[in-house]
């Protein structure tokens, strides 16, 4: 079944001078498509290389630019694969300074794949060895396959610089997907999709995959499904939106060009070996990645450390069966936890009677939506007995 929802952003100047910010309208992909677009009129509108359309603003300060997008996310294939121009297939197969194609990493997927042949086969090769080697951990000291090489610690954007980069060393074109989860503010996600002549572009996860195996308590109680590990080969949970396709963009019209005399008032990012300020620098002449925009401020201060002063306000809502569910959701297990917590404040048996109702219905709306489904339909069955049994005490009294 494909599914809608609403993507919303929006962007205020914070400073006291002008802002110019690149913003990635979300791409027509084999998963998902635009089906509306309303935003502030743009300065100028460009497309790259590669498909993403990009919108240039200049803000003044205190005014706002907003975007919203309702988005269908498609579970199909496409009619006819996809073919890469050699061009294309080159971008795809490129070093860069996040996604550094070395010596090391060379000898990574060489000694990974050895004596595989098959494309697909030698991804899946180097998907596991990244889940079975790397370590999931958020915020991350530095960006860049050469620091995720040494640390071995990461989040979702080093898992997939370096599975990019290790397929790209035994040619395999690879691609970097920078997005979202759908359920809520800032869910910000990067993944990957490779190209394979047979099947077209076909996703994987290699960061879902290494923390759905060893840390599933992260997503226990989030609003979107997770698979068993090793799905994250080929396949998604169908609730992801793209933001824009790979990393390393030229912007246009062209930076600012600015040179940060002093560093010390700002709070560097080591980034591809480098130290980086967010809206003061580029990556080797160009914008790390959207997710979903890239800014410059003019303003000598530095930004207070908020999320929306450097990446925006953003959010990607469900709708329909999927938003009612999330809200029933959200109310049953406030109330549930309100109960609970007044029961031991209190001791109120009435409480501790009325507490498996809204349970019920906040377990059961993990088992309809398909999030870890095994868990929360014991606990449905064990709510529903309990809700069962009161109801019938209750009846019982009343006769």
């Given at each position: 079944?494909?599914n809608?929802?609403v993507?919303?952003?929006?962007?205020?100047?914070?400073?006291?001078?002008?802002?110019?910010?690149?913003?990635?309208?979300?791409?027509?992909?084999?998963?998902?498509?635009?089906?509306?677009?309303?935003?502030?009129?743009?300065?100028?509108?460009?497309?790259?290389?590669?498909?993403?359309?990009?919108?240039?603003?200049?803000?003044?300060?205190?005014?706002?630019?907003?975007?919203?997008?309702?988005?269908?996310?498609l579970?199909?294939?496409?009619?006819?694969?996809?073919?890469?121009?050699?061009?294309?297939?080159?971008?795809?197969?490129?070093?860069?300074?996040?996604?550094?194609?070395?010596?090391?990493?060379?000898?990574?997927?060489?000694?990974?794949?050895?004596?595989v042949?098959?494309?697909?086969?030698?991804?899946?090769?180097?998907?596991?060895?990244?889940?079975?080697?790397y370590?999931?951990?958020?915020?991350?000291?530095?960006?860049?396959?050469?620091?995720?090489?040494?640390?071995?610690?990461?989040?979702?954007?080093?898992?997939?610089?370096?599975?990019?980069?290790?397929?790209?060393?035994?040619g395999?074109?690879?691609?970097?997907?920078?997005?979202?989860?759908?359920?809520?503010?800032?869910?910000?996600?990067?993944?990957?999709?490779?190209?394979?002549?047979?099947?077209g572009?076909?996703?994987?996860?290699?960061?879902?995959?290494a923390?759905?195996?060893?840390?599933?308590?992260?997503?226990?109680f989030?609003?979107?499904?997770?698979?068993?590990?090793?799905?994250?080969?080929?396949?998604?949970?169908?609730?992801?939106?793209?933001?824009?396709?790979?990393?390393?963009?030229?912007?246009?019209?062209?930076?600012?060009?600015?040179?940060?005399?002093?560093?010390?008032?700002?709070?560097?990012?080591?980034?591809?070996?480098?130290?980086?300020?967010?809206?003061?620098?580029?990556?080797?002449?160009?914008?790390?990645?959207?997710?979903?925009?890239?800014?410059?401020?003019?303003?000598?201060?530095?930004?207070?450390?908020?999320?929306?002063?450097?990446?925006?306000?953003?959010?990607?809502?469900?709708?329909?069966?999927?938003?009612?569910?999330?809200?029933?959701?959200?109310?049953?297990?406030?109330?549930?936890?309100?109960?609970?917590?007044?029961?031991?404040?209190?001791?109120?048996?009435?409480?501790?009677?009325?507490?498996?109702?809204?349970?019920?219905?906040?377990?059961?709306?993990?088992v309809?939506?398909?999030?870890?489904?095994?868990?929360?339909?014991?606990?449905?069955?064990?709510?529903?007995?309990?809700?069962?049994?009161?109801?019938?005490?209750?009846?019982?009294?009343?006769?």
């Amino acid at each position: 079944m494909d599914n809608k929802v609403v993507y919303t952003f929006q962007y205020k100047n914070p400073t006291s001078a002008n802002v110019y910010l690149w913003l990635a309208t979300p791409p027509d992909t084999k998963h998902q498509q635009v089906m509306n677009e309303k935003k502030t009129p743009p300065c100028q509108t460009n497309e790259d290389t590669i498909g993403n359309q990009i919108s240039f603003y200049e803000i003044k300060p205190n005014e706002t630019i907003k975007a919203s997008y309702k988005i269908q996310l498609l579970n199909n294939t496409e009619d006819t694969l996809p073919e890469l121009t050699q061009e294309e297939k080159n971008y795809y197969l490129r070093s860069t300074p996040m996604v550094c194609v070395n010596e090391k990493v060379k000898d990574i997927a060489s000694h990974v794949t050895k004596g595989v042949e098959n494309p697909k086969e030698q991804a899946k090769l180097l998907f596991f060895y990244i889940v079975k080697n790397y370590k999931y951990k958020f915020p991350p000291k530095a960006r860049g396959v050469t620091h995720f090489l040494k640390s071995k610690k990461g989040d979702c954007g080093e898992f997939s610089f370096l599975f990019a980069a290790l397929c790209r060393a035994v040619g395999i074109p690879c691609r970097i997907m920078v997005g979202a989860f759908t359920g809520g503010n800032h869910r910000a996600h990067v993944w990957n999709e490779i190209y394979l002549e047979q099947e077209g572009w076909i996703p994987v996860d290699t960061s879902m995959a290494a923390t759905v195996k060893r840390q599933l308590w992260r997503y226990f109680f989030s609003p979107f499904q997770t698979l068993f590990w090793k799905t994250y080969f080929g396949k998604t949970e169908h609730q992801r939106i793209v933001f824009s396709i790979d990393i390393e963009h030229q912007p246009l019209p062209a930076y600012p060009k600015v040179i940060v005399q002093n560093k010390q008032p700002y709070s560097p990012f080591n980034i591809a070996g480098e130290p980086f300020i967010w809206g003061k620098d580029l990556v080797q002449n160009k914008i790390p990645y959207f997710q979903p925009m890239y800014l410059y401020y003019e303003d000598q201060k530095p930004l207070k450390d908020k999320t929306e002063n450097f990446l925006g306000l953003w959010n990607v809502q469900e709708t329909g069966k999927q938003k009612l569910t999330l809200l029933v959701r959200s109310i049953s297990g406030y109330i549930a936890l309100l109960f609970a917590i007044f029961y031991f404040s209190t001791n109120w048996d009435l409480l501790s009677i009325l507490f498996p109702f809204p349970a019920f219905l906040f377990c059961l709306s993990f088992v309809i939506r398909k999030e870890r489904v095994l868990f929360f339909s014991f606990a449905t069955v064990f709510f529903g007995i309990i809700m069962l049994l009161v109801s019938m005490g209750a009846m019982s009294t009343l006769l």
